[in-house]
């Protein structure tokens, strides 16, 4: 799908501040996502990504700038109010159960009902038949939908929650490190479906400490150090090294690289007039 420029972006974050206490934890942090596109949010552990992603997910409230969805001002009270406007997030533990079935944790809080009241039930040939169905729709071969989510490789289980939040209508989809766990195939599994994503038009933020993986998938990278932007740039005016480059605190590595070499070596032969002073004595 190709991404309009010109068209407002799904969610757009203008100097974002947040506070703890006596710590800043975001200061002046600004990222827009638009429709069939993916943005990468890079950082080391502290940088402030959790932090960033809870204020865009409406975990936590801002405390300076703005943020608007589809250019409307927002502050949410909650998740749920986030989730209204088609804003979901899949954390690193899934929210799934896994002892139960497949069909069950793609319906899990949504399940779905037939019959009139008291006489209500489960409607679960419906819930079985579409959640294989949507499965299905975005490549994911389940061999058996009534298995146990949990035998479910760590692939799959990603894939089963990116594919629940697109059915129940996910217009930004917020992926905090889904391939932090995972090996190079399975790794693998979950970047093709965060592509497939972006090609049926959601607008997708990929949370990774990972610069080889953002860099495969990728539109926009965003860069955090120290609860600031350290980078914010589009993918053509980036190369990998550059953005492997930001996130290993490139800058601070080269301001040290300059001051060390500013230190002249030390004068050998003193060095060995005084090793040779100090044996006599």
Known sequence: ???????????????????????????????????????????DNGAGKSTLIKIISGLHSYDDGSYRVAGEQVKFASPREALDLGIATVYQDLALAPQQSVWRNFYLG?????????????????????????????????????????????????VVAIARA????????????????????????????????????????FITHNPHHAFLVGDHFVVLRQGELELSSPRKELTLDDLTHHMSGGADLDALKHELQRIEPPDVGAVHELAEAEQES
């Open 1 to 43: 799908m190709t991404v309009d420029k010109e068209q407002p972006p799904i969610l757009e974050l203008t100097d974002i501040g947040k506070t703890f206490g006596n710590i800043r934890a975001l200061s002046g942090v600004s990222l827009s996502v638009r429709q069939g596109e993916v943005t990468c949010i890079l950082g």
């Open 110 to 158: 949504s399940e779905l009902t037939k019959g009139v009241w008291p006489l209500r039930m489960l409607d679960v040939e419906t819930m079985r038949d579409t959640a294989d169905e949507e499965l299905q729709k975005m490549g994911i071969h389940v061999p058996d939908i009534d298995q146990p989510v949990g035998t479910l490789s760590g692939g799959q289980r990603q």
């Open 166 to 205: 697109i059915h129940f209508g996910a217009k930004v989809l917020i992926l905090d490190e889904p391939t932090a766990a995972l090996g190079v195939k399975q790794s693998g599994v979950v970047l093709k479906y965060i592509s497939a994503a972006r090609k049926a038009g959601l607008g997708v933020i």
